[in-house]
């Protein structure tokens, strides 16, 4: 960190000089605009022509690339926040793998389509306008899908019925696509700190908080998957308990709900009070998993697994939103408030 004087050049302007480095680096010279930020603590940004516009395009060379890399590429530049994202190879045409690895990343993320294609290279263009969204929403969004995934698994289970595991299986797209955005908002607004308040931040400083939020919600997502998972291969697609034990696991499940939820909207609202809540409800229910497990009569193997696994899943997502309380905590506590003064 280096410090720079002010000057005053007239009778109510004050000037300070940038540094070299920085202007060589980012091509300002004499004549060039930039955009100055006010931010809070007194923090003033000015950025360059350059970080005020959003990179465009990358182009994949895709020669020593295998199908599953290839789609990974794709993905990791959607995140990364390019409008475009072109595919070739320097010497010859894709491959027949290559192609589909294409358009299977295109179905996995939203507002990406192909617009031109020829026998040597593919281009895919998002219209996903980084405006159009804030992180809140998304995060709202990814618990709302999660939560229906959890719900839709656990009516499988309770009636045998398969058609609802297959109803929470074909959400987990839905539940990646927005995870992926949240991470290129992310990202973007990172690289580009005047989207921060387009995409409803005051400024940049939550953002580590929010790709931690996002990560432990998708995770949430994957546990209902496996639950769902279980039930397709159960047998009867259900668990081998009594009527009383699947309504306690249920209200397992109704309680772990409201924690996932409650956590979110510690975070969107900055709230500490629901913060602590969220660790009330999480003590009444941490010991849950091993009291039911204990309760169980003798079963086989196999029939005891499954329902532990139910059981796991349901803890580990009530974990990850604590974690998420967590962060809520620490982004709450950062203003004032009645439990909190900053000097």
């Known amino acids: ?56 395009s990358a182009h994949i060379h895709a020669d020593a690339l295998e199908a599953s890399g290839l789609e990974r590429a794709i993905v990791a530049e959607y995140v ?59 995060l709202e969004r990814l618990e709302n899908t999660g939560s229906t995934m959890r719900t839709e698994a656990m009516k499988a289970l309770a009636h045998g019925n398969a058609d609802f595991a297959e109803r929470a299986l074909n959400r987990e797209r839905q539940a ?24 409803g931040l005051k400024s940049g400083f939550p953002l580590i908080g929010y790709r931690s939020v996002a990560k432990n919600l998708e995770l949430t997502a994957d546990h209902a998957q496996e639950i769902a998972e279980i039930c397709l291969n159960a047998e009867d697609h259900t668990l081998d308990v009594d009527s009383s034990t699947m309504r306690q696991i249920r209200d397992f ?51 005891l697994l499954e329902v532990r696994e139910v059981l796991v899943g349901l803890r580990q997502t009530a974990e990850y939103s604590v974690r998420n309380a967590e962060i809520a905590a620490n982004l709450a506590l950062t203003e004032d408030s009645e439990h909190v003064t900053i000097d």
């Open 1 to 56: 960190m280096e410090t720079r004087k002010v000057q005053r050049l007239g009778p109510s302007t004050l000037a300070m000089t940038l540094p070299a480095e920085w202007t060589k680096e980012h091509n300002v010279e004499k004549g060039d605009e930039v955009t100055i930020r006010t931010g809070e603590k007194g923090t003033l940004t000015v950025l360059s022509e350059s970080a005020s516009t959003e990179d465009t």
């Open 253 to 303: 499940t109704e309680t772990v709900d409201q924690i996932t939820a409650l956590a979110v909207s510690s975070v969107v609202e900055r709230d500490y009070d629901k913060t602590i809540e969220v660790r009330r409800l999480f003590t009444e229910i941490r010991d849950t998993e091993y009291e039911l497990l204990e309760d169980l009569p003798e079963m086989p193997n196999a029939s």
């Open 80 to 138: 990364l926040g390019r409008r475009v994202i072109r595919v070739g190879k320097n010497e010859g045409g894709l491959d027949s793998e290559q192609i589909n690895a294409v358009y299977r990343a295109e179905t996995q993320l939203m507002g990406l389509g192909v617009i031109e294609e020829t026998p040597d290279a593919i281009a895919i263009r998002c219209s996903v306008d980084p405006e159009d969204f804030t992180l809140d929403n998304l």
């Open 176 to 199: 990646n696509k927005i995870f992926v955005l949240l991470l290129r908002l992310i990202f973007t607004a990172y690289q580009n700190p005047n989207l921060a308040r387009a995409i």
